[in-house]
């Protein structure tokens, strides 16, 4: 019972205190900023880590577009890559962004995150930075030998050939390889397009490179993959330019304001921004995940929110 009421009362006691904070301008008071600076700011949108979902830097996109004061918009990347649609959905809207977008290679912006770059209207790297690795790779493993050791017979029931394909209990054959191979082959003939597009080269050209390589910023300059090298303060001083801003422009991260209240308490674990969150999961999520039986890993799965499955990934530097 005393457990019961401590829970209760630490959850409304973090929901009053979100209302308070986002009341009091905490989560953004867009209006006073905007009388400091009347020609307007900047605003920076960070992807961090390997981007397995999109709909969190959406968001923050969407955010910002809408917002009169934010003129233009950086996009920080700091990322290895990740799964192949997630990182498409962020690539058509950088791409389609109504207004001026610079991307900004942070120590990594490799792969997907590379892809993502490619939407950008320019795109600002370190000289040190790890970017490229154009190409698309999936990864399976055999455990046949080790369910072999302990004994362990797995069986299958299937409607077609290729329904278990990449299964851990059994050795690929070589029709199930080609088939994958046929697949990956066809998303890096989108991932060429998206970098020819955005950098506007030759196909054949960008063929020569994609072969999973990495470079290093100085090195993507030479080859016409990012157009400047410079620091996240000079992205934003080009980013102002471009958005008309006179002066040294304001500079506005992204925040979800009273909302990162309700995703600390409700958040589902499954946006790819793993720098605000160590456990991404959110509070009450866990906690009815774990009493209430919610979670069909138990326990262990309740705490970490990983799920079992297939990982289609644009690997960056490992």
């Given amino acids: 019972m005393v457990l019961a009421l401590s829970a209760v009362f630490f959850v409304l006691f973090l929901c009053l205190s979100g209302f308070l904070y986002y009341r009091s301008g905490g989560g953004g ?40 004061d934010i003129k233009a918009v950086v996009l920080r990347l700091n990322s290895p890559g990740g799964a192949v649609a997630p990182s498409q959905e962020i690539y058509q809207a950088v791409k389609n962004y109504k207004k001026p977008i610079v991307a900004s290679m942070s120590s990594v912006a490799a792969s997907g995150a590379f892809y993502v770059a490619m939407g950008a209207k320019e795109v600002f790297a370190n000289p040190g930075t790890i970017t490229g690795s154009i190409g698309v790779i999936m990864e399976f493993a055999n455990l046949e030998k080790l369910y072999d050791w302990a004994k362990i017979r797995r069986y299958v029931i299937k409607t077609g050939k290729f329904k278990d394909v990449g299964a851990e209990y059994r050795e690929m054959q070589p029709e199930e390889r080609a088939l994958l191979q046929n697949m990956v082959d066809d998303v890096l003939v989108q991932f060429k397009k998206a970098v020819s597009d955005g950098r506007k080269m030759p196909l054949d050209q960008v063929t020569r490179i994609a072969d999973g390589r990495v470079f290093s910023g100085a090195q993507a300059k030479g080859l016409r993959l990012v157009d400047e090298l410079g620091s996240l303060q000079d992205t934003v001083n080009e980013a102002g330019k471009l958005g008309g801003i006179h002066g040294k422009p304001e500079v506005v991260y992204a925040q979800d304001g009273a909302r990162k209240w309700l995703d600390l308490l409700m958040d589902d674990g499954r946006d790819e921004d793993s720098s ?27 705490v970490t929110g990983l799920q079992p499955g297939v990982y289609w990934l644009w690997t960056g530097a490992q």
């Fill in 276 to 302: 605000e969150s160590s456990s991404s999961t959110g509070l009450v999520t866990r906690l009815a995940s774990v009493f209430l039986g919610r979670s069909s890993g138990g326990l262990q799965q309740a």
């Fill in 29 to 68: 008071n867009h209006a006073s900023r905007a009388a400091i600076f009347s020609s307007g700011a900047v605003g920076i949108v960070e992807l961090n880590g390997v981007i397995m979902d999109s709909k969190k830097t959406l968001r923050r996109l969407r955010d910002f577009e809408e917002r009169d």
